[in-house]
């Protein structure tokens, strides 16, 4: 049985209120530049900004993938990520994390998705093939989150090559483990609506 306790476990992520309300325009990013949480603006198609806006998009099709029903098994799991997932997005968008207490702490939770991980393979035959993504709509989604992730890390990659960045090597290491959770629950969601993985064939 299927034990994701660490995950269900863990407080629920504090609410930040802001000392004032959030306008949702502000036109200052019409001519093409957004600006820095403490630092400079730059233009919307800057390395950071496209790593960042990955995050997001992440976060955003993780949502979508929860939305499809995937039961006390995974969803828990997805929760907790997504409130990770913002709190590196914070830490994307900040030249100097450090200096404004963003700096995302890793934790625990790499080791987390590990064990959720071994747990939920635990339920499922040992894989022989390459496979598709698909089967079912949960598994679809959960595979469609993986691509994005994977893009993400390979943009947050590229983006750290910079020397003049803050490191970025722990959020990689979570990317890298995320799409293989995101693989292995594609596969579990499968298993819990009767559907077969699709298996490749060559063709």
């Given at each position: 049985?299927?034990?994701?306790?660490?995950?269900q476990n863990?407080?629920?992520?504090?609410?930040?209120?802001?000392?004032?309300?959030?306008?949702?325009?502000?036109?200052?990013?019409?001519?093409?530049?957004?600006?820095?949480?403490?630092?400079?603006?730059?233009?919307?198609?800057?390395?950071?900004?496209?790593?960042?806006?990955?995050?997001?998009?992440?976060?955003?099709?993780?949502?979508?993938?929860?939305?499809?029903?995937?039961?006390?098994?995974?969803?828990?799991?997805?929760?907790?990520?997504?409130?990770?997932?913002?709190?590196?997005?914070?830490?994307?968008?900040?030249?100097?994390?450090?200096?404004?207490?963003?700096?995302?702490?890793?934790?625990?939770?790499?080791?987390?998705?590990?064990?959720?991980?071994?747990?939920?393979?635990?339920?499922?035959?040992?894989?022989?093939?390459?496979?598709?993504?698909?089967?079912?709509?949960?598994?679809?989604?959960?595979?469609?989150?993986?691509?994005?992730?994977?893009?993400?890390?390979?943009?947050?990659?590229?983006?750290?090559?910079?020397r003049s960045?803050?490191?970025?090597?722990?959020?990689?290491?979570?990317?890298?483990?995320?799409?293989?959770?995101?693989?292995?629950?594609?596969?579990?969601?499968?298993?819990?609506?009767?559907?077969?993985?699709?298996?490749?064939?060559?063709?």
């Open positions: 049985m299927t034990n994701i306790a660490p995950f863990q407080p629920k992520p504090k609410r930040i209120k802001p000392s004032t309300p959030m306008k949702i325009y502000t036109k200052t990013g019409d001519a093409g530049t957004t600006g820095l949480f403490g630092g400079p603006r730059v233009a919307k198609d800057d390395p950071r900004i496209c790593a960042y806006g990955s995050v997001d998009e992440l976060n955003a099709v993780i949502g979508i993938a929860r939305s499809t029903g995937l039961g006390d098994k995974l969803d828990p799991i997805l929760s907790s990520v997504q409130h990770h997932l913002f709190s590196i997005g914070a830490e994307l968008a900040t030249p100097e994390p450090e200096e404004h207490n963003l700096k995302w702490d890793a934790g625990t939770h790499v080791e987390q998705m590990e064990h959720a991980i071994d747990e939920l393979e635990s339920n499922l035959k040992s894989l022989r093939n390459f496979i598709l993504p698909g089967g079912s709509t949960q598994a679809a989604h959960l595979h469609l989150a993986r691509t994005v992730c994977r893009r993400t890390e390979r943009e947050i990659v590229s983006f750290s090559r910079d960045v803050s490191d970025a090597s722990h959020i990689v290491v979570f990317l890298n483990r995320l799409s293989d959770l995101l693989f292995v629950m594609a596969r579990f969601a499968n298993h819990l609506n009767n559907v077969p993985d699709v298996d490749w064939k060559k063709i």
